[in-house]
């Protein structure tokens, strides 16, 4: 009996020894699993920080847009209300072109009519193409004049002559384009 007690002895002694290896194992593989938690909650709090950052700078970049936004709706209103009155105003000085013309024109034919010298009829862009044709038709005259006379002298003595005609359209044909059109 004894050899049977030391021999179960030695066999719990065994098992004991394989127990505390198996033991010591599982608090090695423990560990490393507690560490590798710790590095992984670690981690989790940096990830979690820098979500809150980002969360929040992605706040207020929204804000931002959004701002952005509303400048330039308010920008695109102004726009249109600017449009608008330039329209208006070009709308306006159309108008006010064309009451002139007009004014210019009847105050010409009237000045014609009553056999009055008048230059009103003629844009002054047109005024150098005015001076060549009537010097052009001087020269075809023969008309001298004298260097002392002003040169509005000299074209109002050829403008002696002014006569209004109308003239059916049908028999209208120009050959030159004529000035004060």
């Keep these: 009996m004894a050899t049977s007690a030391l021999g179960v002895g030695v066999a719990n002694s065994i098992q004991i020894a394989k127990l505390e290896a198996s033991v010591e194992e599982t608090k090695s593989i423990a560990r490393t699993a507690m560490a590798n938690v710790q590095v992984s909650m670690a981690q989790t709090a940096l990830l979690k920080d820098g979500m809150i950052l980002l969360g929040a700078q992605l706040n207020e970049t929204n804000k931002v847009v959004n701002s952005i936004i509303e400048r330039s709706n308010r920008q695109q209103?102004?726009?249109?209300?600017?449009?608008?009155?330039?329209?208006?105003?070009?709308g306006r000085v159309d108008?006010?072109?064309s009451r002139v013309e007009h004014n210019i024109l009847y105050t010409a034919i009237n000045d014609m009519i009553q056999n009055k010298l008048t230059l009103k009829f003629v844009a002054p862009t047109e005024f150098d193409e005015l001076i060549q044709t009537i010097v052009w038709?001087?020269?075809?005259?023969?008309t001298t004049f004298p260097t002392e006379i002003p040169l509005t002298s000299?074209?109002?003595?050829?403008?002696?002559?002014q006569q209004l005609t109308f003239i059916?359209?049908?028999?209208?044909?120009?050959?030159?384009?004529?000035?004060?059109r």
């Design 77 to 90: 209103g102004d726009i249109q209300a600017i449009n608008e009155s330039l329209l208006y105003l070009a």
């Design 95 to 97: 108008r006010l072109e």
């Design 137 to 142: 038709f001087a020269s075809m005259a023969n």
């Design 154 to 161: 000299a074209i109002t003595q050829l403008l002696i002559s």
């Design 168 to 180: 059916p359209w049908p028999l209208y044909s120009a050959t030159r384009p004529i000035i004060g």
